[in-house]
């Protein structure tokens, strides 16, 4: 019962904002229909991983490892030894400009980039669904306080109106017992 009070008082609000005759932006607009469902919050990683492929995953698992203090230690180690091992045995595999270990360093440079970068674009999108279910909230949680001014306007003016009453009640009440 309660929540089909909370669903049109929620109704009458939107009601109300719309025959105000404002113009509204798409997220504006969302938030107006929302309203009427009465659920506006959104977890934006479920929101968000429904759209995410094989590819997206696999980026943002390379991104984090890369991305990783482990990662460097890592291969900072592998470079030392590689040219440690390069130095002692003069003809092992890499001789001293390590040529080879140059264009190691390059090719995973050059496939990095690009998967961290998707990365970051996921991350981006992830950050823009978040932000505008933030701005849904705030919003709606703007136009709950406005509604709740409303009401304590009208309590507030009501009150005045019973003190009002009240006041002339004692008059009357006081002329009474003066004729007696």
Not at 38 to 51: C, E, F, L
Not at 57 to 70: C, T
Not at 110 to 132: G, H, L, T
Not at 162 to 177: A, G, R, T
Request: a neutral charge; charged letters at 25%.
């Amino acid at each position: 019962m309660e929540n089909e009070n909370d669903k049109s008082n929620s109704e009458k609000l939107v009601r109300e904002i719309i025959d105000q005759g404002e113009i509204f932006n798409d997220i504006e607009e969302d938030l107006l229909h929302e309203l009427m469902g009465n659920r506006i919050s959104k977890d934006s990683t479920v929101a968000h991983a429904k759209n995410t492929t094989f590819g997206n995953r696999m980026a943002d698992k390379i991104a984090a490892s890369v991305g990783s203090w482990s990662f460097i230690i890592i291969a900072l180690a592998i470079i030392a030894i590689w040219i440690v091992l390069n130095t002692i045995f003069k003809k092992l595999f890499d001789p001293f400009p390590f040529i080879l270990l140059n264009l190691v360093l390059s090719c995973t440079a050059a496939i990095q980039a690009p998967v961290i970068m998707m990365s970051q674009n996921r991350q981006e999108d992830k950050d823009r669904i978040k932000s505008k279910n933030d701005y849904k909230v705030n919003l709606k949680s703007e136009l709950i306080i406005q509604d709740l001014h409303k009401k304590m306007d009208l309590l507030i003016d009501n009150q005045k109106i019973l003190v009002k009453n009240q006041s002339k009640m004692v008059e009357y009440i006081d002329s009474l017992q003066k004729q007696k």
